[in-house]
T-cell receptor
């Protein structure tokens, strides 16, 4: 059974204080690992897809990395508008429209 | 603008009543998904559909039903058999097998 564990459950940062969120996974045949941002009362917003170990993606203050067992979402010099819940999901299987397994998310609060 | 529209935003169910949540997409995506999100929990898959007139059960399909008569539409019915329906329901769609899922802004269902 595919499993995704995100840590910490919640993280409070001061504006400008860099940190990392962790997503550990066990899956048979990883096809892709996805990061999403979710604001309260909204649907998840896609951030990144990572396909193979060693891959990195960047967008503004966010950088996602992938190893064979985990992914990190690094947040550099965060701002209050980065406050949200960050979700990690893995896609397994060989082909077709295989399903995603989601972690429970990390709730990030950035204080001014 | 293309996107996924979920309606209504809030829905209340009486005991013994079936209710239907709407999900419409104009992205020309092939596959559509329904998830349930509870506080502090990851997204759990209810049903998904890869083509019109075909759908598969997810991890928590009991007490729910779906139809896929048109490519653009994937309504979810929460039946009276679902004893704990209070949750945030999210609809998603995807163009291709390895592409990220795109989400609507959800429907919050509560019991009266």
């Amino acid at each position: 059974e595919d499993q995704v564990t995100q840590s910490p459950e919640a993280l409070r940062l001061q504006e400008g204080e860099s940190s990392s969120l962790n997503c550990s996974y066990t899956v048979s045949g990883l096809r892709g690992l996805f990061w999403y941002r979710q604001d309260p009362g909204k649907g998840p917003e896609f951030l990144f897809t990572l396909y193979s170990a060693g891959e990195e993606k960047e967008k503004e203050r966010l950088k996602a990395t992938l190893t064979k067992k985990e992914s990190f979402l690094h947040i550099t010099a965060p701002k209050p508008e980065d406050s949200a819940t960050y979700l990690c999901a893995v896609q397994a299987g060989s082909s077709g429209y295989s399903t995603l397994t989601f972690g429970k998310g990390t709730m990030l609060l950035v204080s001014p | 603008d293309g996107g996924i529209t979920q309606s209504p935003k809030y829905l209340f169910r009486k005991e013994g009543q079936n209710v239907t949540l709407s999900c419409e997409q104009n992205l020309n995506h092939d596959a559509m998904y329904w998830y349930r999100q509870d506080p502090g929990q990851g997204l759990r898959l209810i049903y998904y559909s890869q083509i019109v007139n075909d759908f598969q059960k997810g991890d928590i399909a009991e007490g729910y039903s779906v139809s896929r008569e048109k490519k653009e539409s994937f309504p979810l019915t929460v039946t009276s058999a679902q004893k704990n329906p209070t949750a945030f329901y999210l609809c998603a769609s995807i163009k291709g097998g390895n592409q990220p899922q795109h989400f609507g802004d959800g429907t919050r269902l509560s019991i009266l």
